[in-house]
């Protein structure tokens, strides 16, 4: 039947079957507002079904653009305590009458201190260095699991202290003997090794923050940024030490910055 032809009150009952909202692009189960959350695209504007008090009605979502929408973002555990320091007084040799590496290192480098490592390369020491006596004694300094027990050399092992979020971590390195076995949980203030026996018995602490799957980045982080008040304490005691004994006035802070980035460890 051509269209022309038709009767007019067929024309209007034909333009009530289509009604222009259609045509328009609802995308919902009905043109309607019946359920709050619904959908629907008029124009291409996005407009969603709102309650406001008892009453639904499509509202503009925000810029007009999409409808709105939770995103759930990855979110940094809050940092570890560190509540007991990694040595104790008793291991802590400050009377060897040696430097080691600087003139103001006898028994304890400062975060971040920057020494030669080899000639014309200069790095930035990412951890807490001491000295220590032979078979010195070696805490956890936090709740955690020994994770990881790496053989670096007879006698010269690291391993790693994990809290379990992913992000945080203690790094042992240089340490002799172990007294609990990876994947043991330990407690802070336990005993879990003795220190290398070696010329200069030295030993490292650091903490690594890696946030490299939420953000992107990863850094080294001064202890002390982490610590107690008695962990801090102990430490500003042992930099006392190693000053004392220092030829050129020592370190002005166990943190000589809060941070270090390990992809520039050897960087300006």
């Given amino acids: 039947m051509n269209r022309r032809h038709l009767p007019a009150r067929v024309l209007v009952v034909a ?4 009604p222009p909202s259609f045509s328009e692009g609802v995308n919902a189960a009905s043109g309607r507002c019946t359920k709050v959350g619904n959908v629907r695209t008029i ?15 499509w509202k503009t979502s925000p810029k007009g653009t999409s409808a709105p929408s939770t995103i759930r973002r990855p979110v940094v555990p809050a940092a570890p305590v560190l509540s007991h320091p990694p040595i104790d007084s008793e291991g802590l040799d400050c009377d060897s009458g040696l430097p080691m590496v600087t003139a103001r290192y006898y028994c304890f480098s400062s975060f971040a201190d920057r020494v030669l490592e080899s000639p014309g390369r200069l790095k930035w020491l990412p951890h807490y260095t001491y000295r220590l006596r032979p078979n010195a ?6 709740d955690g699991t020994i994770k990881r027990i790496i053989t ?7 391993f790693w202290l994990d809290n379990g979020d992913d992000v945080w971590m203690l790094v042992y390195d240089h340490v002799a003997t172990m007294r609990v076995a990876e994947g043991a949980k330990v407690k802070a203030g336990d005993w879990i090794a003795t220190s290398l026996n070696e010329i200069t018995h030295r030993f490292e602490f650091q903490v ?12 080294h982080i001064c202890p002390r940024t982490l610590g107690t008040a008695s962990f801090n304490s102990f430490h500003e005691s042992v930099l006392a030490s190693n000053n ?15 941070n270090v980035d390990p992809e520039n460890l050897y960087g300006s």
């Fill in 15 to 18: 333009a009530l079957v289509f």
């Fill in 43 to 57: 124009k291409g504007i996005k407009q969603v079904c709102t309650a406001t008090g008892k009453t639904l009605s």
């Fill in 137 to 142: 004694k070696i805490y956890a300094a936090m």
């Fill in 152 to 158: 670096q050399e007879p006698d010269d092992l690291e």
């Fill in 208 to 219: 690594n923050k890696d946030t490299r799957r939420i953000d992107n980045t990863s850094w």
């Fill in 244 to 258: 004392a004994r220092a030829t050129d006035g020592g370190f002005a802070s166990v943190c000589m910055a809060e």
